[in-house]
């Protein structure tokens, strides 16, 4: 059978200003993601990037005293240590600026203009700079932006036109087709009663108020703005129009993964565009939920310290990945705060995964410091726990492909406790009192060692560091030199007994310290702007 491709993409940020937790939650579930998929064999292509034009970050550079190209520069410099201190690893990183990006949107809006997909005509309406959309007084009753809640300014220019209307019916089969374009699938409920049952307008696709942005060809007064310029990143990645070997080989997208406020553009607008350059739809597109603070949606002024630099600096990289894809529903809302992320570190982390190994070995080391010895005597409690293991996997494996993080780490957390559980029922501290218990403890031992390798490669899509340091602990080798077992591979999961007794084991520090709630929210609070 021919490997699988998987092709997964973020939305590309807009890098008017620093990236913050936000972004860090839609980057990091993508990763887990193409972490997995890698994990599962399959042939993965993962992009990220930057949308770089418009007249927000004309402005902002302006303001800052930098050509509009000095400052996306500066800012791609940025994102890209952003991505490499959260342990993301990109196949792709594409940036609107790229000359081979820049030309095949020329070449996109040309081909659009040949077959009349696009139209000249002008434009009234209330236009939202941060945003760069366009919406009509019953859109916006009150003047403010419907998806960022901004001021509005009147605006009329001429612009050139993309004949959405002219996909409506197209639109509608594929948002009825059995397996769900768009999930959630309550999100794919509101696009078709709020946009496709009232019937779509054509929209508008360039403009002329600013000039920061790729050049319409054949009427160079028009910057072509952000939907034709920013969605067609997908394929323009991948070298379509003029160099398709990639293109070839990954395109149609897996899944786009975005954030519920561009769901609209995506799930309506990117198809349309598709369908008239005669490419194939991606298979999904999954809008997830908002990370938001407790206050509402997130922003700097609300008294909780959510740069990513910083939190990683103080916890590490793995505790923050994993309190983003724990603490939240894929697909729902969730909050962010500082204490819920010190609790999820005290409880989950250090307590349930960091005890359950340091006290594993720890009873190794103090028992059996040559290795476990061969004479082990053996209880249905053991095959019990084993076969929760295996049940553990295929939940995480269903999960994973319905995108469902948090589901796959509960289930995951499931077994650790259930390991906890294990050590207060046998009492291996009891068994070690008496030689003739030690076969007991031994097979006790051995069994909570073995789950723990299992444990170590199911959380490896998710925390990319501590898979290594339960390894380095219990004397497991990445890979065995002798019998050639790979011990960072998803399928060594799957099977019982692997482990290996040996006289490495070692009681190392703690995977994750315990942090002193109250001290540590103290200390946050001066980090505060
Ligand atoms: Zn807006």
Request: glycine share 6%.
């Amino acid at each position: 059978m021919a490997q699988d491709k998987y092709y997964i993409t973020t939305p590309i940020y807009y890098p008017s200003g620093q990236l913050h937790i936000g972004h860090s939650y839609t980057t990091v579930a993508a990763d887990a993601m193409a972490r997995y998929k890698r994990l599962r064999g399959a042939d993965v292509f993962f992009l990220t990037g930057m949308d770089e034009h418009g007249q927000k970050i004309q402005r902002t550079a302006e303001k800052a005293g930098m050509t509009p190209q000095a400052f996306v520069d500066a800012m791609a410099v940025d994102i890209k240590a952003l991505w490499e201190l959260l342990d993301v690893r990109y196949d792709g990183f594409i940036r609107t600026t790229d000359a081979h990006h820049v030309a095949a949107v020329q070449a996109i809006v040309q081909r659009l203009k040949d077959q009349d997909d696009i139209y000249k005509g002008s434009y009234e309406g209330l236009y939202c700079t941060p945003c760069e959309a366009f919406w009509t007084p019953s859109q916006a009753p009150e003047g403010r932006c419907p998806d960022c809640g901004g001021p509005l300014e009147p605006t009329e220019e001429s612009c050139y036109f993309f004949r959405l209307s002219r996909y409506q019916d197209r639109l509608m089969d594929l948002f009825m087709r059995e397996d769900p374009f768009v999930r959630p699938v309550s999100r794919a409920h509101e696009m078709i009663n709020n946009f496709l049952k009232p019937g779509l307008d054509d929209v508008a696709v360039t403009r002329t108020s600013f000039n920061w942005g790729v050049h319409v060809p054949f009427d160079p007064d028009h910057v072509v703005y952000v939907w034709i310029d920013a969605l067609s990143n997908y394929i323009t990645a991948l070298g379509y129009p003029d160099q398709l070997t990639l293109f070839d080989r990954y395109w149609p997208a897996d899944v786009h993964l975005i954030g519920k406020e561009i769901m609209r553009f995506h799930s309506l607008i990117w198809p349309a565009l598709l369908m008239a350059l005669d490419l194939p739809i991606p298979k999904r597109i999954f809008g997830h939920g908002w990370l938001l603070l407790k206050e509402g949606k997130m922003s700097k002024s609300k008294g909780n310290v959510v740069d990513p630099v910083i939190l990683v600096d103080k916890y590490g990289v793995d505790a923050i990945r994993y309190f983003l894809l724990r603490e939240v529903p894929f697909g729902a809302d969730g909050v962010f705060s500082n204490q819920a992320l010190i609790e999820r570190i005290n409880s989950d982390l250090a307590n349930d995964l960091g005890n359950l190994l340091s006290r594993t070995a720890a009873m190794m080391v103090k028992t059996f410091p040559q290795g476990l010895p061969e004479e082990r005597i053996g209880d249905p409690v053991d095959e019990e726990l084993d076969e929760e293991a295996d049940r553990t996997l295929d939940e995480v494996e269903g999960h994973m492909e319905q995108l469902e993080f948090s589901l796959s780490l509960e289930a995951i957390w499931a077994q650790i406790g259930r390991c906890n559980k294990y050590i207060d029922v046998t009492m291996p501290w009891i068994l070690a009192r008496e030689e003739a218990d030690h076969p007991r403890l031994a097979a006790v031992l051995y069994t909570l060692a073995d789950n723990l390798r299992r444990l170590a490669v199911m959380i490896s899509p998710f925390m990319i560091r501590t898979p290594a340091l339960i390894r380095d602990q219990l004397g497991i080798p990445d890979k065995d030199p002798v019998s050639g077992t790979d011990y960072t591979a998803w399928e060594s999961a799957r099977q019982r007994g692997l482990y290996r007794a040996n006289d490495q084991v070692r009681k190392g520090q703690a995977l994750f310290p315990r942090i002193d709630v109250e001290k540590e929210l103290e200390a946050l609070e001066t980090l505060l702007p």
